[in-house]
Nanobody, 115 residues
């Protein structure tokens, strides 16, 4: 079965960096677009970054120039490198795979940016 597991979250000071990773299994990873979402306290989920099967990337405006999404098809992982973190980046970060009409989510990893 499809499984996504995020890791790498934690507490970081403003201006710091974190690298999130999502380990995927149960499907042909190289054939699907992968996305990172986040959910801030009291808000809905927001699409943060997308990477296509050919490596094309897109980002929400608020993270452009600070975040970078990448994928490793040998390891079946999709990473999110987050630099120059701000308090407003705080939230639970999820990876998503949309496979044959179904959204598959991981359980999420908490990112807290605070001094």
């Amino acid at each position: 079965q499809v499984q996504l597991v995020e890791s790498g979250g934690g507490l970081v000071q403003p201006g710091g960096s974190l690298r999130l990773s999502c380990a995927a299994s149960g499907f042909t990873f190289s054939s699907y677009v992968m996305r990172w979402y986040r959910q801030a306290p009291g808000k809905g989920r927001e699409l943060v970054a997308t990477i296509t099967t050919t490596g094309r990337t897109t980002y929400v405006d608020s993270v452009k120039g600070r975040f970078s999404i990448s994928r490793d098809t040998a390891k079946n992982t999709v990473d999110l490198q987050m630099n120059s973190l701000k308090p407003e980046d705080t939230g639970v970060y999820y990876c998503l795979a949309y496979i044959r009409g179904t959204d598959y989510w991981g359980p999420g990893t908490q990112v807290t940016v605070s001094s």
